[in-house]
């Protein structure tokens, strides 16, 4: 529940103007709370008297805004999204934890509809040998026909599999990434968003990804699988293989015009 500091509040309304519930009002020069909300932090975030907090949250872990030290250079900006590419070749080298942590804190910070903070993230990195071995035994138990029996949509999980199985160096569904992330939410868009953000804070780590769509979709209807990794009753909404890249870059790819329509 939001508390106001009155001794600090200077009413000057400003979180009772960005309060999206409609739950703060000004009454006699000072800010007051009422009722239930989403506990969003808006209203933490403008106070320029530092007066908001939110008991429910670690109020330590809010940061003061310092433009010029933080604010994005644009150009930066742009040519990192134009220059990062999916990743398809790791190296055998495992990813630092510190940069991990850092990864699902750019996770965490995403917004999420009605600020329901309900994505999950599941990193797999000390026993993706065990990730692999319940993957592809479900495949087997989908694919277990010959190929003319096999529906067409679980095809390409059988031609990764005769591929693994004919040459077991061909990792062609993990890419031989240290690590696999996994994102559940109610909401396709949080995971998404998060994904996104995730993966350019990778990318300032010199680390690479690959949204996996083949591995997200197999994972989500195995039940074992979901068992083992504790999300029984949530949805995969988004799978990424992560890790150092062992293949470089040298410049951006070529794109279509964009699609843009000015009213």
Known sequence: MVQINEALCTGCGMCAKDCIAFRIKVENSKAVYSGECL???????????????????????????????????PETVLHTIKFRRSIRDYKAKPVEQEKLN????????????????????????????????????????LTDKSFKDIPKE?????????????????????????????????????AGLAAQNMELMAVSLDLGMLYNGYLCRIADENAELKKWLGIEEKHIKACMLLGYPNVS????????????LWK
């Open 39 to 73: 506990n969003c932090g808006r209203c933490v975030a403008i106070c320029p008297a530092n007066a908001v907090s939110i008991p429910e949250y670690d109020m330590d872990d809010v940061e003061t805004y310092d433009r010029e030290t933080f604010a994005l250079n």
């Open 249 to 260: 870059y040298r410049r951006t790819a070529p794109r279509d015009k964009a699609n843009i």
């Open 102 to 141: 850092a990864i699902a804190e750019a996770g965490r910070y995403t917004a999420t509809a009605k600020n329901n903070q309900g994505s999950c993230f599941i990193f797999v990195k000390d026993d993706v040998p065990r990730l692999k071995e319940l993957v592809w035994s479900h495949i087997d138990k």
């Open 154 to 190: 679980l095809l390409p999980f059988a031609s990764f599999n005769k591929r693994r199985k004919e040459n077991p160096a061909d990792d062609y569904l993990f890419r031989n990434a240290p690590v696999v992330l996994f994102i559940t939410s109610d909401w396709p868009l949080d």
